[in-house]
């Protein structure tokens, strides 16, 4: 009679002879944390500065709200101290929409900086990682025939 093969033993060399690194794993969890967290850094940082900008914009339009909200002798002084205000305002506008674009360029050029590192990374990375099985297979290959 023939003695059946323990199915434990012959699963433990498939195994062995294609190792896990899970380093490599461990790297790429890393990695893609970090490239969180600098992503992360980004976008709070054009937060904080849109929130600044927002801030000053509603307090410079709050001041120049004061002098239109005063009491005037002549009624022609309304309508000037309105044309005034609406002037004013669409200067400021502008040159806060001009802030607001600054901060969604430095935004854009920091995430383009930041996934073209990723990516010169992760291709080095998988390089390496390919370069290894590869020399992992062929070392496997050639013990599993020298037998």
Known sequence: M???????????DIMGAFPVD??????????????????????LDAAEKSAEISGKWAKETLAKLTSVSKAK?????????ITDFASANAEVAAENMAAFAEVAKKVQMDT???????????QADAAKAVKKATDEVTAAAKKATAK
């Not at 790297?27 to 976008?43: D, I, Y």
């Not at 002798?73 to 101290?81: G, I, L, Q, T, V």
Request: hydrophobic share 45%; charged share 30%; net charge negative.
């Open 2 to 12: 023939t003695k059946a093969q323990d199915i434990n033993s012959v699963m433990k």
């Open 22 to 43: 899970t380093k490599a794993f461990d790297e790429a969890f890393k990695n893609q944390a970090e490239l969180s967290e600098k992503l992360s850094g980004v976008a």
């Open 73 to 81: 002798a002549d009624p022609a002084d309304y309508a000037k101290a």
């Open 112 to 122: 383009v900086e930041l996934l073209m590192g990723a990516g010169k990374d992760m």
